[in-house]
């Protein structure tokens, strides 16, 4: 059993500020007064305990209360990825059997043609308060969230993230960076990903301030590490670079309180650890996925330089292996075992396990120096990471043989100064088949951020024996450019 | 599954400093070899995985490696009260069934009479190395350590304490306090405590040093505080008193990095509370007990004056209520639910389960505030706490009514000023029975700290009509004198 969470923390530290948001803060009691009058807002809806919801919202204080009025009124949340187009969210309401879409009223507009019920923000708000029994503990394997991820398939897969998963991360990750009365968590990274969702856990167990932003902002980013405003960041490293553009811009370094920049989503480039020594900006980089709620892996910034591209090593609670490899340097398929690691999904791979005798296949290939630091060699299923953002070429590939001017499709990523890598198409067309007209088709059907930045017109895929993509010609191909 | 304390710690940071005593220290790599050694010679004289053994040492370096070889050899240690006579060691020893007695060659003399197979630590040292495969995990529910405590019956009875109890303990203990890299937690408590104990198990959990002293010295912690080469301590009000003495005398505070004096056994006199805020000396009262592997609520250094007497509010996973009581204020038992809280006994109390419903009732009378701020006014059983150490009246009276010549018997505590209470034994005796034969009759069948300290000769107990003591109003004739 579980204390619930808001409920607790607003027992214990009720005059501690919860969050702020532009310039407005709440403390952790009159933030549970908003998300409790939400709860039953929604419960004058209709909701029951245990049923799922879909939450789709800009990375406001609102849809913070809204999240923890769904926790308090027993909803699992299916967090929706705003920058998703209507294809794709629908595909998401559909898998996950939603029984309604809770969505802001500025992202209303973007849902088209779903049955699913749908309840603006507005809309709970103007509901009557239909008082509940709150429960004041959860059971460890009570959903919380479900959140979508691709894989090999191209399918997004709804992965389950239970009280326990989410707890478990949160305090192998205190045990990991530490905890100061005084700490406060910028984030601007999405709530609908483990990485800024994780944050709002991180900040009802701990206590602790989330100051939070609806867009990332360098500049204001850089006033608040320079004034020590905050003392702990999340970001990826093209959010990292144009903070500390602005800090080099103004010849500042961050505050003595500052204490981690803890940056997500491939290996930080050694010129930026280099330039965040001068900032004083510690960096501590992370491994982690949706499967396993946030942080697996850390590398302190004491061995930043040290082990350069190590993903560090795992948080206290958390076991990996290299999948059949007993040597230290050999490389193999990264597993990993813990408390974090959901235990499954939902929708159509409800009945699929994540599991392999207890341990995570994560897909990505790597191994453990002798020292027991993890290194990525090789991501999942050719997964590209672009500003952060999962991107996996069955999915776009899976759109283009949607067309009918297409008879073969490949895709993989092209490293990228800005955004570390974008996704590049070559495709076999029929005569006639234009560009142009590539990505209209693409439009709609994928977010912005998975659109091919270029569609390369070829004559031939390489393909193995068995008809298998051989993604790593075309890196070669991309590479030689 | 929980982690191997030791081994994960010492493959997270084998380079950090575990523990440090006199003038050694040792990194937690080290200190892992120390153990897994000390583990190795214990298979060599054929312990096995499960096996129960008892502990008795000193609070040495060596202890803390025979404790952490026991961990790892998968043993469970029933710890040993190292100021208890022979005859209550011998109830121990008997009662837990343990197969042997590990002992420090110090203390071995102590022991006499008893058939349990007696191993002093020169001779495991002596042993072979039989080299074993550790485990990588264990299940939260193992019995990592058991220790005695007595109530109402005056039979101690032998209290198991879980890998899960004691990891959720540390873990509600660092959301509460903090956690630094630099943390030092000074240890001049008894390992066979939980008070102790428990700070073994935050070192291996948070990474953190342990400074430990095998006795207190009220000069010698005085200068770590003064220097800040320590963080964290954990005192009673007694030890709290002479550390104070020992800065005033110097006109010391403590160094600004000092951050928490964790006060149990009991409220803090105010007295104290301003003398520690003047020496910059933030104090957190916390009540806890061997049920509950240490803390389950702690009172914040910022409300001890505002809420003087308090012990605080629960930490994050645990709840307290009083039971049957839905009015703030009102008075009754204390009730404690969470991870943290005890399975159940061993030997004769093992068919006994220590909880109702969920809760374990403490046997400590006490109410809530309108905030949530648990008061304790009556302490369980009519314990009397002794610097730190529990003395249960029945205990005392059972040795009493073991004379020939006492008829009838009945202890309670008097206020004192340096122990914070002492044991007053009332007594019916035959005639010609004299202090100095009671005084020799529990000498040796009782530990010194409880001692009566003072033979009372009365015609007649307090008694009601069902014949039970009235330790209230022995209360009040002590309070009178």
Not at 127 to 149: G, H, K, L, N
Not at 466 to 477: D, F, G, M, T, V
Request: net charge negative.
């Amino acid at each position: 059993m579980i204390p619930n969470w808001l409920i607790q923390r607003a027992y214990l530290t009720p005059n501690k500020i919860a969050l702020s948001f532009k310039n407005e803060t709440w403390t952790f009691a009159q933030f549970k007064e908003q998300a409790v009058t939400r709860a039953q807002k929604l419960r004058a809806n209709g909701f029951r305990q245990g049923d799922r919801i879909a939450l789709l919202g800009p990375s406001t204080a609102e849809m913070v209360f809204i999240i923890h009025a769904c926790m308090l009124a027993d909803l699992e949340i299916v967090m929706l990825n705003s920058r998703l187009t209507n294809e794709e969210l629908k595909y998401q309401l559909d898998d996950s059997d939603a029984s309604a879409l809770l969505v802001s009223d500025e992202l209303n507009k973007r849902i088209k043609g779903t049955n699913v019920r749908i309840l603006p923000f507005s809309s709970i708000n103007k509901s009557e308060v239909v008082p509940f029994d709150i429960q004041d503990s959860w059971q460890a394997d009570r959903t919380i969230t479900i959140m979508y991820t691709s894989g090999t398939t191209g399918f997004p897969k709804g992965v389950r993230q239970t009280a326990g998963n989410h707890v478990s991360s949160a305090l192998s990750s205190v045990l990991n960076l530490g905890l100061d009365e005084n700490d406060v968590w910028l984030c601007t990274m999405p709530l609908f990903h483990i990485s800024g969702f994780s944050i709002l856990v991180r900040s009802v167990l701990y206590g602790m301030e989330v100051r939070l932003y609806e867009k990332f902002d360098a500049s204001l980013v850089a006033d608040e590490i320079q004034k020590g405003t905050v003392t702990r960041m999340s970001v990826v490293s093209h959010t990292l670079d144009k903070v500390m553009q602005e800090l080099e811009k103004r010849d500042a370094i961050a505050h003595t309180t500052f204490k981690t920049m803890l940056a997500g989503g491939g290996p930080v480039p050694i010129d930026y650890l280099k330039r965040a020594t001068e900032l004083q900006i510690p960096i501590l980089q992370t491994y982690g996925m949706t499967e396993t709620s946030s942080q697996t892996a850390t590398l302190s910034a004491a061995d930043a330089l040290r082990k350069m591209g190590s993903a560090g090593k795992p948080l206290f609670f958390n076991h990996i292996k290299i999948n059949g490899i007993q040597n230290s340097g050999d490389k193999g398929e990264v597993y990993i075992r813990g408390p974090h690691v959901t235990p499954g999904y939902i929708g159509r791979f409800s009945d699929k396990t994540p599991l392999v005798d207890g341990w995570l296949p994560t897909g990505d290939i790597g191994y453990l120096d002798e020292e027991g630091y993890l290194y990525i060699v090789d991501r999942r299923s050719d997964l590209i990471i672009s500003g952060g953002e999962n991107i996996y070429p069955a999915e776009i590939e899976n759109v283009l043989f949607a067309h009918p001017g297409i008879r073969d499709a490949g895709v993989c990523g092209q490293e990228h100064p800005d955004w570390g890598s974008v996704p590049i198409a070559f495709v076999v067309a029929s005569d006639g088949v234009t560009e142009e007209e590539l990505a209209a088709h693409c439009e709609g059907r994928l977010a912005r951020y998975k659109m091919p930045k270029k569609f390369r017109f070829v004559d031939e895929l390489p393909r193995n024996a068995s008809n298998k993509l051989l993604r790593r010609e075309l890196k070669l191909w991309v590479d030689s450019e």
